[in-house]
């Protein structure tokens, strides 16, 4: 999936362009800049990529989760609805806001389940993230019709499944906001950097004053000076180095995404033929960015099997119910009530009482799906050699599981 294998001479060139007038900075020095403004550029290509109105860079994709939640409204007091089966960053922003992260199973599209979604919506819901987890789309118009009948808005968390459409509708379109990183290991990648999405003009503008500590942008737009501000901001601007990268990056990313789709086939063909496998569940087969490969045994016994043939043959899968970065009885720090406050914030109040215990066991569907699930990831250059190391070791598993 990583940007970073394709990193060549046009980043090059659209990087020397900012070196070349030496403004870093997205706003003022109008003189020096000579009509350059890459961030600005990039936002504008983005947008029109996705297909939305508007597009807002930040410093990463964490962040841009954190900045949809704050123009949202959200806040200390508020739930907000997310997957058990996520990247931590997901819910670090919501805590950041000050609200309180709620986790619903997953299904076999290994995203948000939308009958668990609906039960666990309450009077303090005030907005839904699902997850485009590794690539591919969650059930957002479920998702979306369910969060429309009790009027809570729907952020799409689209970090891992950027250029990712249902029925040719980009994903981060179908919600209020559509969220994305750029960090180095995604699929187009700005070294760090993240984008907010959204039809709204007013939503936009909030977001674009917020994440430049409130400076007042419609009179003045990005200007600096005598202005007021609406409201309290901070700073999550993105640099124009940044901004050059991701035009460039931006310009590949739908041959990224073809290739993938190729080494992913490939990879379907070998698999299928290992006795009882099935496949992660796809809502748009052709929307899918193929940036993984993650295929089902029938338990987990076979899962671990099929595993350790894998790896004896140079070629293991990720076993995603061991990884503690995505998977939410694996966030020990999350389940402990880890926290630097020393009067225990988020998980105690401002008087050190406890608010909120996560328990391990309380997502026994996700659990049971992620015990048999099996995942490669699929990089934009596959070697042939690599490609078959990896086809022989899934033939090998056919065989003798
Ligand atoms: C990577 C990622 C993020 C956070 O992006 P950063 O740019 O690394 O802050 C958020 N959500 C998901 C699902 C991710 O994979």
Known sequence: MPGFEVFGEEEKKEIQDVLDTGVLFRYEFAEQRKGIYKVRTFEEKFASYCGSQYAQAVTSGTVALKVALAVLG???GDEVITQGFTFVATW????DVGATPVFTEVD???NMDPTD????ITGQTKAIIPVHMLGAQARIKEIKAIADKHGIPVIEDT??????????????????????????????TTGEGGMVITDDERTWRNMSEYHDHGHDHVPNPGGRGGEGRSFIGFNYRMMELQGAI????LAKLNAMIEEQKKS??????AASAIPGVSFRELVDEKGDTATFFAFFMPDSEKARKVNDILKENGAAAIYFADNSWHYYPKWEHLINSSTLATNGWPFNDASGKRRIVYDADVLPASAEIMSRLLVYQVPVK???DRLKQMTDALEKAATQV
Not at 159 to 181: N, P
Request: proline fraction near 2%.
């Open 74 to 76: 959200v806040g200390p």
């Open 92 to 95: 670090e922003a919501i805590f």
């Open 108 to 110: 076999e599209t290994l």
């Open 117 to 120: 979604l609906e039960k666990k």
């Open 159 to 188: 970090a891992q499944a950027t250029g990712g459409t249902i029925d040719g509708k980009y994903l981060g379109t179908f919600g209020k906001c559509g969220t994305f990183s750029f960090d180095a290991v995604k699929t187009m």
């Open 246 to 249: 991701g035009i460039a990056q």
């Open 264 to 269: 992913k086939a490939a990879l379907k063909q």
């Open 382 to 384: 596959l070697s042939k």
